[in-house]
């Protein structure tokens, strides 16, 4: 291990996770607090936006900078299910969001990745968390995390708030009041 944890100190984990992950309820730029309650939203989003040929473009490029965060030898333009026929509400509810900044906010490129990086965060922390302990050299099985993807986990329908990609058709997602999933 590179690290030395002194008395007193945070864990790698508990700093790691105070850093990059942003809390519920966080204001965001476009003007609604991170909730897993957006997930219905974002989705619907993708579903109903249809971008001029100018907006696919900054949306192409946002999205293609930003690894899924489920299967992350894949951008967030393009994941694994996507390419077998398939729809990851994850990376779905990150679409869906941008396609609302393009449209309805004239986000640029670096604005929609910035927000749509800054949703991923907060939706799938473990994620994010476990890749920054890896680039410190910390092995994130230490604390129960792994950057391995959970389309190749088979948690394709496991909730967003338990790690999963939220189902590959209906919203899967104890988490959202009023019972979905």
């Known amino acids: 291990m590179g690290w030395v944890m002194k008395a007193g100190e945070p864990s790698p984990l508990e700093r790691i996770s105070k850093e990059i992950t942003p809390a519920a309820g966080t204001q965001t730029d476009y003007g609604i607090p991170l909730?897993?309650?957006?997930?219905?939203?974002?989705?619907?989003?993708k579903d109903e936006i249809v971008l001029a040929e100018g907006e696919e473009i900054v949306f192409h490029d946002a999205l293609?900078?930003?690894?899924?965060?489920?299967?992350?030898d894949n951008n967030a333009f393009q994941c694994c299910c996507e390419k077998g026929g398939a729809r990851c509400n994850l990376v779905t509810s990150g679409k869906g969001l941008a396609a609302h900044l393009i449209r309805e906010k004239g986000y640029t490129v670096d604005q929609v990745r910035d927000a749509v990086l800054q949703w991923f965060r907060f939706a799938r922390p473990d994620y994010y968390v476990a890749s920054a302990?890896?680039?410190?050299?910390?092995?994130?099985?230490?604390?129960?995390?792994?950057?391995?993807?959970?389309?190749?986990?088979?948690?394709?329908e496991v909730p967003i708030s338990r790690g999963g990609c939220g189902g590959m058709g209906e919203l899967v997602e104890p988490a959202i009041q009023g019972g979905q999933g």
Not at 35 to 45: A, G
């Open 64 to 72: 293609v900078q930003l690894v899924a965060p489920c299967c992350d």
């Open 35 to 45: 909730s897993l309650q957006s997930l219905p939203l974002f989705i619907s989003w």
């Open 133 to 156: 302990l890896e680039k410190e050299g910390i092995e994130p099985g230490l604390y129960g995390l792994t950057t391995q993807g959970d389309c190749y986990r088979g948690m394709c």
